[in-house]
């Protein structure tokens, strides 16, 4: 308490040594400071008034003159969610050798059904004949028989050698990849020739994103690169901590790389608003304000409660509509001249930090 007390006389005997409040008035005003006009009426005729509960600051045309004070007008801007990530192109050096042994295995399968199909026709075939009586004698349907119980254990034995394989490759690559190598499509032709890559992003531990097929991926120094979503990634990088993702991208990055990213949503998914720019901001109480031009002689002070960054400046949605016009100079000047203590009275700091 004897602390507080101390901090609080020492800043009435620094705010009482320094005559900012006058100097500050009569730059802004172009006038001398009247001793019988009170500040902190709720009158827009006073230098100071409130407005839906924000702070209005009178200021004469001359006195913004003098001040420095410019303003420009508010433009809309739109708002993405965004997460930095970590990238790495993955070596498929493993995925071509799982795909081959698999694509032999398919074979294998597929030469299996078709002897089986013909087998069966034949058993069917002597199978009529020997209940005709006709030339078929009881030996050659029993061997026929036996041929198709031989190709159906083939048959098995290559389906699960197909199965096996395609379960090792979705575990260690996820259903994409697996689709990929098991058609044979396009995209793992591409990949096959160096067209296109595997690039494992992983998001921070603590990130509340979630990838989607409509997402944006952005690699460095390839703002408009052609990637799509595939799946989560089945294996953990010791190296990468939190959440991981398989992207396909259309472009030839060597394998083993690692580089920053950011994943973007796209244009459906953003949120309209206006672009506060970064000059504008003035700071009080720990938080950022913005001085909004309400006519030709008044400021209200709006706090810009939002952390979405946008390229120089900040994305607001709320409070704020474009076209209101923003100081962009002199937001400092007109906070000093809102806070200035009202004529004969003992200065006391409004900082909520002042009560640190």
Known sequence: MKLKKAKLSALVVLLAAIPIS?????????????????????TPHGDVSTSNGFAVVYVSPNGQTLGGITTQALTEASWAEAANAQANILNLDGYFS?????????AETRAAQLEVRLAEK??????????????????????????????????????ASSDALLSQIQQQ????LKHFAETASGEFKRLQIGQSCIVRIALPPDSTFTPTHKDHLELPSMPD???AYLSAAPVIDPFMEGP????????????????PA???????????????????????????????KLDNTHFERRPLASDKSLKDGYFANQSFKAGEIVVMRGSQLL??????PPPNSVAVCKDPECDD
């Open 22 to 42: 006058t100097t500050v008035y009569e730059t802004l005003h172009g006038e001398k400071r009247s001793e019988n006009v009170s500040r902190h009426n709720t």
């Open 98 to 106: 799982l795909a081959a042994r698999l694509q032999g295995a398919l």
């Open 122 to 159: 034949t058993l069917k075939r002597n199978q009529t004949l020997y209940s005709d009586g006709q030339n078929i004698s009881a030996q050659t349907l029993q061997d026929t028989q036996a041929n198709v119980a031989n190709l159906r254990a083939k048959l098995i034995s290559a389906q």
């Open 173 to 176: 690559f996820g259903p994409s």
């Open 225 to 227: 690169i052609n990637a």
């Open 244 to 259: 991981a993702f398989l992207y396909l991208v259309n472009a030839t990055l060597p394998a083993g790389t690692r580089m």
């Open 262 to 292: 950011r994943l973007v949503k796209t244009e459906a998914h953003n949120l309209k608003g206006v672009r506060i720019p970064s000059q504008a901001l003035v700071w009080f109480g720990g938080q950022p304000w913005v001085y909004i």
């Open 335 to 340: 906070l000093s001249d809102e806070l200035r």
